[in-house]
């Protein structure tokens, strides 16, 4: 491990949804998870483990109800709707398997989206968002609308957009999920040069064992509970 500072820490972690009294349905139950900083960790489990849950959790998407989350030492229940939001906007960055591109805007004006929340002036933007777009590779298709790019390159914009606010963490959700095999190498190759070279945490969600094994810790989460954890790369 390069660097034994923790950047996640999630003790008894318990996540119920309520689906009409006295019903309840509880998804994770008690995940205990520390994420090291610079670290890049999978979280590996099939559809309906939880992981997507455990996600939204660590992205501060979701609350627990029950258990601890500290974030860089901050114990996010304790901290205000605002607050978080601030963290979601500057500290995690989001990649998701469906892209989440705003559809009628250019590549460079979806990038650019998560800086104009942060307050971010109008020239620091667009040349930040620039420099992004050229370190995955999109540097020809800035102008080009999300309907006229493949499914590679809307995740590579993706990655862009996260990468806008220069986040300490990036959370992506199957990223290669609907990409063909060669164009999910390529986005991998980013997220590998984004941690060694950006130093960037990354926690990778996928059902893939075959992508896990590329990170450098991976994490099995089965019916909500964490059943494994072994070395990855």
Do not use: C, W
Not at 35 to 54: D, N, P, Q, R
Not at 62 to 71: A, F, Q, S, V
Not at 161 to 182: F, H, Q, V
């Amino acid at each position: 491990m390069r660097n034994r500072e923790k950047t996640i820490e999630l003790t008894g972690i318990v996540k119920r949804f309520y689906i009409g009294k006295p019903h309840e349905l509880e998804i994770l139950h008690g995940i205990d998870l520390t994420v090291y900083k610079g670290e890049f960790v999978s979280i590996v489990g099939a559809s309906g483990s939880g992981k997507s849950t455990l996600m939204n959790i660590i992205g501060v998407l979701d609350r627990p109800t029950e258990g601890e989350y500290r974030l860089d030492g901050l114990d996010i229940s304790a901290l205000k709707d605002q607050e978080l939001s601030r963290i979601r906007n500057q500290k995690i960055g989001f990649v998701f398997q469906t892209y989440n591109l705003i559809s009628r805007t250019s590549a460079l004006k979806n990038v650019e989206l998560p800086m104009m929340y942060a307050g971010i002036g109008r020239k620091e933007r667009a040349q930040r968002a620039r420099h992004y777009l050229e370190m995955v590779g999109m540097e020809e298709r800035m102008s080009h609308k999300p309907d006229e790019l493949s499914g590679g390159q809307k995740q590579r914009v993706s990655i862009a957009r996260a990468m806008a606010n220069d986040p300490s963490i990036i959370l992506a959700d199957e990223p290669t999920g609907a990409l063909d095999s060669k164009t999910g190498r390529r986005i991998m190759d980013i997220f590998h040069r984004l941690n060694r070279e950006e130093g960037k945490t990354i926690v990778l969600i996928t059902h893939s064992n075959e992508l896990a094994a590329e990170t450098d810790r991976i994490i099995t989460i089965r019916d909500g509970e964490i059943t494994g954890e072994r070395r990855g790369a």
